[in-house]
């Protein structure tokens, strides 16, 4: 995928998109020992509350006239639920969107108030996908993936445009990755961009799909995820996500759920902000990381806030 057309999608979708800002976490360079800096990217504090709104943004405003006429329908365990209700809205486009029944009920009813018409349907991706596929077939409404389209793909990536302004001499990049709705992106421009970065993915233990497909050289599904971070549930990564992956990411680890909240509860203490298992992930990551394999200066993205505070404060007690 070539640089500029991550440039055109920001271009795209800037004017209705925060630059969200980047916090120099000292608290974690103690804990660690670390002599260098590190820092969090702050995508919790993005429209809606996670990264989603770039890709949800990149995809609605590439449609055609047409297309946004018959409206759009995905699936999503909920941060790319708000985030392309949101954009919806905000464009006109009408958006149906499909979640599962364990799916958190703040973000179901987030996004409804942002304007979408939910349908609760089955606990699992597969059963969500064939509830996709049957509204498309009935209602002519155009099919979207919260990570496996490339134009989703390129306005996620600004994220990676927007780290190159703010911090031209990032050394190691430590991102969430599940189905790879965030990763790809920002690691291809990273790489185009400032090839000696160390591109570093984290993944819940319970939900090891790209971390099985690191180790084999090949995408690989797996059957179940049973994890903390319901935004880290996809059970096999995308088509289009696994070969910008497979080119770019240096190295794949795994933290438990466990580890997601000592992270959750360490950035709460120090900050105030009550990031979602998911968002921490990339935290949980660093910890667990010897010190040795950091170079530089170093960034973990935070990519989502959307938790309820009494489910926070349960899982950090």
């Given at each position: ?14 004017p209705?998109c ?25 995508d ?62 703040l973000?179901?009813?987030r ?8 349908i ?23 099919k979207?993936?919260?990570?496996d ?64 497909s ?69 935290v ?30 349960r899982?950090?007690?």
């Amino acid at each position: 995928m070539d640089i500029n057309q991550f440039i055109e999608a920001r271009q795209l979708i800037q004017p209705y998109c925060e630059i969200t800002p980047l916090y120099r976490a000292e608290f974690l360079e103690q804990c660690l020992g670390y002599s260098g800096r590190i820092f969090l990217k702050c995508d919790h504090q993005q429209r809606t509350g996670s990264f989603k709104l770039r890709g949800a943004l990149g995809f609605l405003l590439r449609l055609s006239d047409e297309d946004r006429k018959r409206g759009v329908v995905t699936r999503s365990s909920g941060n790319f639920a708000q985030a392309i209700a949101y954009a919806g809205t905000l464009l006109g486009i009408s958006i149906k969107i499909v979640m599962a029944e364990t799916s958190s009920p703040l973000k179901v009813q987030r996004t409804r108030d942002y304007g979408a018409e939910v349908i609760i349907w089955g606990t699992d991706t597969a059963q969500g996908d064939e509830k996709v596929a049957e509204i498309c077939r009935l209602e002519g409404r155009v099919k979207t993936s919260s990570f496996d389209h490339l134009d989703v793909i390129r306005g996620q990536g600004v994220v990676g445009l927007e780290l190159e302004d703010q911090l031209p001499t990032l050394g190691t990049f430590f991102c969430p990755v599940s189905g790879g709705g965030l990763l790809p992106g920002a690691a291809t421009v990273l790489k185009t961009m400032n090839p000696g970065c160390r591109i570093i993915a984290v993944e819940p233990k319970g939900g090891d799909d790209f971390y099985q497909s690191m180790q084999r050289g090949e995408r690989v599904a797996i059957s179940k995820a049973d994890t903390i971070a319901d935004g880290l549930r996809i059970l096999q990564v995308g088509v289009h996500n696994w070969l910008l992956l497979h080119q770019h990411v240096d190295d794949a680890t795994l933290v438990s759920d466990d580890e997601i909240r000592r992270a959750m509860k360490l950035i709460y203490e120090h900050t105030g902000w009550m990031i979602e298992p998911s968002g921490a992930t990339s935290v949980a990551g660093l910890l667990n990381s010897p010190l040795e394999s950091l170079q530089g200066d170093v960034v973990c993205i935070l990519s989502g806030g959307n938790i309820d505070p009494v489910v926070f404060e349960r899982e950090v007690a």
